[in-house]
């Protein structure tokens, strides 16, 4: 089949199931995530051959070990996505909420009730696990989603696809609901692009490189985030006792995610006192650093001196920006200027201070004495997130089940005529 077809004919399947999951009750979309939990956890060793294939071909490749790391499902893996199942189906079910219901003094009822978006197309790269918690988060918000991951996780994705058509089987639903783009062709991915009139939104999890690309050519409203250039700004009476695993977990637990920590900022005021400590704890665990002028002498052997593009750059690596900065008006500034609007952080015990950080700094998520690792959805209580949007409009930060959904308005009347 001409492959423009075939994604026509995909999207219009998407469309059709939409209408039918619209109307399906919350315990029958829960079904679905239920049969799904215990597929997962059933079906592990076909799970794990199949992972095999993508991590194999991509150590023959010449994949990086960043990427790589994302490719891999654990066992561990495994249990999380089966309950992230769990977990969102036991979420509350938003669709049908009423909201903000007033009476008007004609009497008329006023009042806003959540819908689900439609059909979303979902495009990310390498992380396998996208695929369950992307449409497990679609389905519980009564949307219908196509999913095109990666060519790198062919053989993950369609282990993971042919579950997810057995548990909505299981569920009497559609399997329209929940379909994967059966083609490694990037052409598809441009005709899918292309089909607003059956697509409401498209979510687009990668590199910038693919963000980019997906905005360029699509016709319908895109949810994004360019990249995660994350700072931790210390202030000069924070706890270096507590900062110093705060600092190491931004950094080192998983340096490739967009939420790991890139740029250090330092007061003046302890950073004599601090860097060496610092480069003690993290130097032993291979992080090395792009130093500034003024801390490049505090940090040892693995500081080398930052070039320009070093601050606002997404390392995704064992790679530190550190800068010390006279005053906060100062690291704020800077992460103005060179932060993505996806996670910072403010370490201090002075509550003016932090609150000035929280209202001055812009970014989906501000954190207060705490790790950036944090802005994640399963860590903020959305059970599982489909991605991280700095856009602001519609969704700003982790998207859950509530952030899949729209508001309408709805009136009850009893009669009443506009005069």
Same mark, same amino acid.
């Given at each position: 089949?001409?492959?423009?077809?075939?994604?026509?004919?995909?999207?219009?399947? @998407?469309?059709?199931?939409?209408?039918? %999951?619209?109307?399906?009750?919350? &315990?029958?979309?829960?079904?679905? &995530?239920?049969?799904?939990?215990?597929?997962?956890?059933? #079906?592990?060793?076909?799970?794990?051959?199949?992972?095999?294939?993508?991590?194999?071909?991509?150590?023959?490749?010449?994949?990086?070990?960043?990427?790589?790391?994302? &490719?891999?499902?654990?066992?561990?893996?495994? $249990?999380?996505?089966?309950?992230?199942?769990?977990?969102?189906?036991?979420? #509350?079910?938003?669709?049908?909420?009423?909201?903000?219901?007033?009476?008007?003094?004609?009497?008329?009822?006023?009042?806003?009730?959540?819908?689900?978006?439609?059909?979303?197309?979902?495009? !990310?790269?390498?992380?396998?696990?996208?695929?369950?918690?992307?449409?497990? %988060?679609?389905?519980?918000?009564?949307?219908?989603?196509?999913?095109?991951?990666?060519?790198?996780?062919?053989?993950?994705?369609?282990?993971?696809? #042919? %579950?997810?058509?057995?548990?909505?089987?299981?569920?009497?639903?559609?399997?329209?609901?929940?379909?994967?783009?059966?083609?490694?062709?990037?052409? *598809?991915?441009?005709?899918?692009?292309?089909?607003?009139?059956?697509?409401?939104?498209?979510?687009?999890?990668?590199?910038?490189?693919?963000?980019?690309?997906?905005?360029?050519?699509?016709?319908?409203?895109?949810?994004?985030?360019?990249?995660?250039?994350?700072?931790?700004?210390?202030?000069?009476? @924070?706890?270096?006792?507590?900062?110093?695993?705060?600092?190491?977990?931004?950094?080192?637990?998983?340096?490739?995610?967009?939420?790991?920590?890139?740029?250090?900022?330092?007061?003046?005021?302890?950073?004599?006192?601090?860097?060496?400590?610092?480069?003690?704890?993290?130097?032993?665990?291979?992080?090395?650093?792009?130093?500034?002028?003024?801390?490049?002498?505090?940090?040892?052997?693995?500081?080398?001196?930052?070039?320009? $593009? $070093?601050?606002?750059?997404?390392?995704?690596?064992?790679?530190?920006?550190?800068?010390?900065?006279?005053?906060?008006?100062? *690291?704020?500034?800077?992460?103005?200027?060179?932060?993505?609007?996806?996670?910072?952080?403010?370490?201090?015990?002075? !509550?003016?201070?932090?609150?000035?950080?929280?209202?001055?700094? $812009?970014?989906?998520?501000?954190?207060?004495?705490?790790?950036?690792?944090?802005?994640?959805?399963?860590?903020?209580?959305?059970?599982?997130?489909?991605?991280?949007?700095?856009?602001?409009?519609?969704?700003?930060?982790?998207?859950?089940?509530?952030?899949?959904?729209?508001?309408?308005?709805?009136?009850?009347?009893?009669?009443?005529?506009?005069?």
């Amino acid at each position: 089949m001409n492959l423009e077809l075939q994604m026509r004919e995909l999207a219009a399947s @998407a469309r059709s199931a939409a209408r039918t %999951l619209a109307t399906a009750t919350g &315990l029958e979309r829960n079904k679905a &995530l239920l049969a799904l939990a215990e597929l997962l956890q059933d #079906s592990r060793q076909e799970i794990f051959e199949a992972n095999t294939l993508d991590l194999d071909a991509a150590r023959a490749g010449g994949l990086d070990e960043a990427r790589i790391d994302r &490719l891999r499902i654990t066992d561990g893996g495994v $249990d999380s996505m089966a309950g992230a199942c769990l977990h969102v189906a036991a979420l #509350s079910d938003p669709v049908g909420e009423v909201e903000g219901m007033i009476k008007r003094p004609n009497g008329l009822l006023v009042g806003r009730m959540r819908i689900p978006l439609g059909v979303i197309a979902i495009i !990310y790269e390498s992380r396998p696990n996208v695929t369950i918690d992307a449409a497990i %988060l679609c389905l519980k918000a009564g949307n219908s989603v196509i999913l095109r991951g990666g060519s790198e996780a062919y053989h993950s994705n369609q282990i993971l696809g #042919s %579950l997810l058509r057995r548990a909505l089987e299981a569920a009497g639903l559609p399997g329209g609901c929940v379909q994967i783009v059966p083609t490694t062709d990037r052409a *598809a991915v441009k005709h899918l692009l292309a089909l607003d009139e059956y697509i409401d939104v498209v979510i687009p999890r990668g590199g910038e490189g693919l963000i980019r690309a997906v905005v360029k050519d699509a016709t319908m409203p895109v949810l994004k985030h360019y990249k995660g250039v994350c700072h931790i700004y210390m202030h000069k009476d @924070a706890d270096q006792e507590q900062a110093l695993p705060i600092i190491e977990n931004a950094k080192v637990q998983r340096p490739g995610v967009c939420n790991a920590l890139e740029c250090l900022l330092v007061h003046e005021g302890v950073a004599r006192e601090f860097l060496p400590r610092l480069a003690a704890t993290l130097a032993p665990q291979n992080v090395s650093f792009r130093a500034c002028p003024r801390s490049l002498p505090l940090l040892g052997a693995t500081a080398t001196p930052a070039e320009a $593009d $070093d601050f606002g750059r997404e390392f995704l690596s064992l790679t530190l920006a550190v800068k010390v900065v006279a005053t906060q008006a100062e *690291a704020e500034e800077h992460i103005a200027c060179y932060g993505s609007g996806h996670s910072e952080a403010i370490l201090t015990r002075n !509550y003016e201070r932090a609150m000035r950080f929280l209202r001055s700094v $812009d970014a989906s998520c501000v954190l207060i004495n705490a790790s950036t690792r944090f802005n994640d959805g399963g860590e903020l209580g959305l059970g599982a997130e489909i991605g991280i949007s700095t856009s602001k409009i519609h969704a700003y930060g982790p998207m859950g089940v509530k952030e899949l959904t729209s508001l309408k308005y709805i009136v009850f009347g009893e009669g009443q005529v506009r005069v």
